[in-house]
C-alpha cells in the first residue's frame, strides 16, 4: 500500500526566503506526482504535475523535483511571499488514483 | 465560472439523515471522483468514475453510493448519515490516460457536518 509522508508538518518563515518542502513515498511503481495549494475553507490548486520519467518542473518561483527511484520529491519556492501561505499537499497516482500526503502547512509572516 | 464546481458549499444535517451532494463539470473530462479530507489523515478517495458506466469503490466506500447521470455530473450520496462522515468533501476531474493528462483538478468542496 502506498504511502506519503510530507515534512514539515508546519513551517514558518520571514518573507523572501527561499524554501523547500519534502515529499516521501513507499512505492516508486507511480505514473506522476503531483503538488497541490490548498487555501483555507478552499478546494485544491494544482500547482506542479511531474511525469515519472522527469525529473523536475518548474512554475514561476515554483521548482519540483522528483527522484522515483529514492521515493523522493521536494517543491522549493523562491523568494517566499505573505500570499504563498498555504497548506502544500503532494500526491502520487498510482494505478487509477492518487494517494495524498497530510500536507505541510505554510506561513510566511511579512 | 469555475470549471468544477459542488454544490452545496456547506451544509448541517442530523443523523439518519440522507444527504446528496453534487458535482458538475465543464471540463470535458470523462474521469470523475470523490474524496474526503478529515484533519491529520489528508485526502482519501470515496468512488471514482472514469466514465458514465463506470463506477469503482475507493478506499472509504462504506456508507456511501455515487451517480454518474452524466459525463458532467457525479453525485455522493450517504444514505443514512453519521457523525463520523463529517468532513470535508471534493470532488475531482481529470482527463483520461495515464501520460501527460491526466493533472487531476478539484472543485471548491463541500463542508459537510453531522449532528
Known amino acids: 500500500k502506498q504511502e506519503v509522508t510530507q515534512i514539515p508538518a508546519a513551517l514558518s518563515v520571514p518573507e523572501g526566503e527561499n524554501l523547500v518542502l519534502n515529499c516521501s513515498f513507499t512505492?516508486?511503481?507511480?505514473?506522476?506526482l503531483q503538488w497541490f495549494r490548498q487555501d483555507p475553507g478552499k478546494g485544491l490548486t494544482s500547482l506542479l504535475l511531474?511525469?515519472?520519467?522527469?525529473r523536475e518542473q518548474t512554475s514561476g518561483r515554483l521548482n519540483a523535483s522528483l527522484d522515483k527511484s529514492s521515493g523522493r520529491s521536494t517543491l522549493y519556492i523562491a523568494a517566499s511571499q505573505p500570499g504563498d501561505s498555504a497548506t502544500y499537499l503532494c500526491?502520487?497516482?498510482?494505478?487509477?488514483?492518487?494517494?495524498f500526503g497530510t500536507g505541510t502547512r505554510l506561513l510566511v509572516s511579512p | 465560472d469555475a470549471d468544477v464546481t459542488q454544490t452545496p458549499r456547506n451544509r448541517i444535517t442530523k443523523t439518519g439523515k440522507r444527504i446528496m451532494l453534487e458535482c458538475s463539470q465543464t471540463?470535458?473530462?470523462?474521469?470523475m471522483y470523490w474524496y474526503r479530507q478529515d484533519p491529520g489523515l489528508g485526502l482519501r478517495l470515496i468512488y471514482y468514475?472514469?466514465?458514465?458506466?463506470?463506477?469503482n469503490k475507493g478506499e472509504i466506500s462504506d456508507g456511501y453510493s455515487v451517480s454518474r447521470q452524466a459525463q458532467a455530473k457525479f453525485s455522493l450520496s450517504l444514505e443514512s448519515a453519521i457523525p463520523n462522515q463529517t468532513a470535508l468533501y471534493f470532488c475531482?476531474?481529470?482527463?483520461?490516460?495515464?501520460?501527460?493528462?491526466?493533472?487531476?483538478?478539484f472543485g471548491p468542496g463541500t463542508r459537510l457536518t453531522v449532528l
Open positions: 475531482a476531474t481529470s482527463d483520461s490516460g495515464t501520460g501527460m493528462y491526466n493533472e487531476q483538478f
Open positions: 511531474i511525469q515519472s520519467s522527469q
Open positions: 512505492d516508486s511503481a507511480i505514473y506522476n
Open positions: 471540463k470535458g473530462h470523462d474521469r
Open positions: 500526491a502520487v497516482r498510482g494505478f487509477q488514483k492518487l494517494v
Open positions: 468514475s472514469f466514465d458514465v458506466k463506470d463506477i
